[in-house]
T-cell receptor, first 118, second 113 residues
Framework: EAGVVQSPRYKIIEKKQPVAFWCNPI?????LYWYRQNLGQGPELLIR????????DSQLPKDRFSAERLKGVDSTLKIQPAELGDSAVYLC????????????????FGEGSRLTVL | AQSVTQLGSHVSVSEGALVLLRCNYS??????LFWYVQYPNQGLQLLLK??????LVKGINGFEAEFKKSETSFHLTKPSAHMSDAAEYFC???????????FGAGTRLFVKA
């Protein structure tokens, strides 16, 4: 079974440039998450989708960050314009539907997209 | 609100020695608890999870953790460290139904030959 796939793995851009990250979750997983992991820290949730609906985007900096999950499968996270402080690893994860009787909260992560803003 | 505290950002052990990584949690509802491992330039992968069944949980690669409600702890142990265990370890907490997993800051494990 294929895992969570993310691209690109690495991206280097100059500040004020746009950048986008793509994620394909595990087949059948209704819930998709974008996390940001700063150097030496744990992942922090940016946004959670249930199918195509963003149900928790309270930590997403909406002035420059946007995300979409068309058709409830793949997702894209965009930053425009990027700032120096956006340098981090952006992790995508998926899981069974939140609230489901069998969901224990286990997350399945992709390998991440490492962003460096110069 | 839920939170996780990992004691010690770095832990160093000799190969063959006991590994002990500490995690304390705060939760107003019965928690689900997890340990994830992250190898360099990779995503997180699940080591083990506690979901209100047995309090002693066994995971992959010889790791285990014990849920102690009275101490609000979920420490990770392994009797004998191997060089391949060198990685970053994250403790995490979520609620029933899988809502909003909160991660600790992580503990980097170094294993000396």
């Amino acid at each position: 079974e294929a895992g969570v796939v993310q691209s690109p793995r690495y991206k280097i851009i100059e500040k004020k440039q746009p950048v986008a990250f793509w994620c394909n979750p595990i087949s059948g997983h209704n819930t998709l998450y974008w996390y940001r992991q700063n150097l030496g820290q744990g992942p922090e949730l940016l946004i959670r989708y249930e199918n195509e609906e963003a149900v928790d985007d309270s930590q997403l900096p909406k002035d420059r960050f946007s995300a979409e999950r068309l058709k409830g499968v793949d997702s894209t996270l965009k930053i425009q314009p990027a700032e120096l402080g956006d340098s981090a690893v952006y992790l995508c994860a998926s899981s069974e539907a939140s609230g489901g009787p069998t969901n224990t909260g286990e997350l399945f992560f992709g390998e991440g997209s490492r962003l460096t803003v110069l | 609100a839920q939170s996780v505290t990992q004691l010690g950002s770095h832990v160093s052990v000799s190969e063959g020695a006991l590994v002990l990584l500490r995690c304390n949690y705060s939760s107003s509802v019965p928690p689900y608890l997890f340990w994830y491992v992250q190898y360099p330039n990779q995503g997180l992968q699940l080591l083990l999870k506690y979901t209100s069944a047995a309090t002693l949980v066994k995971g992959i690669n010889g790791f285990e953790a014990e849920f102690k409600k009275s101490e609000t702890s979920f420490h990770l142990t392994k009797p004998s460290a191997h060089m391949s265990d060198a990685a970053e370890y994250f403790c995490a907490v979520s609620r029933l139904g899988g809502f909003k997993t909160i991660f600790g800051a992580g503990t980097r494990l170094f294993v000396k030959a």
